[in-house]
């Protein structure tokens, strides 16, 4: 049993940045694939980033990819997604997701299995 909570969500302006983070419980930690989703208001969840047990290999969705950055600290049992150059269609809830293991495709939902309860992110133009 993993619990993922999130923080760092708010009000920003466009092209400003803003840096989440994901605090887990659970001795596995360290083991899991992380991974970052979000959904806007009518839209399906959308895959952001993820992140291997050692922050070796790195995935980002295209839309967020040159921007956003993910990163991991595995001895503070947490995961960071760096947001820069904010845009306004990114506002949505940010969700963070422990796979549970490895993710053989890191950037699909079912790969998850535990996830975070989200935190808002509203971008302002």
């Known amino acids: 049993q993993v619990q993922l909570v999130e923080s760092g969500g708010g009000l920003v302006q466009a092209g400003g940045s803003l840096r989440l983070s994901c605090a887990a419980s659970?001795?596995?930690?360290?083991?899991?694939?992380m991974g970052w989703f979000r959904q806007a208001p009518g839209n399906e969840r959308e895959f952001v980033a993820s992140?291997?047990?050692?922050?070796?290999?790195?995935y980002y969705g295209d839309s967020v990819k040159g921007r956003f950055t993910i990163s991991r600290d595995n001895a503070k049992n947490t995961v960071y997604l760096q947001m820069n150059s904010l845009k306004p269609e990114d506002t949505a809830v940010y969700y963070c997701?422990?796979?549970?293991?490895?993710?053989?495709?890191?950037?699909?939902?079912?790969?998850?299995?535990?996830w975070g309860q989200g935190t808002q992110v509203t971008v302002s133009s």
């Open positions: 659970g001795r596995t930690f360290s083991r899991y694939t």
């Open positions: 997701a422990a796979a549970g293991g490895v993710a053989a495709v890191p950037m699909v939902e079912y790969e998850y299995d535990y």
């Open positions: 992140i291997s047990w050692s922050g070796s290999s790195t």
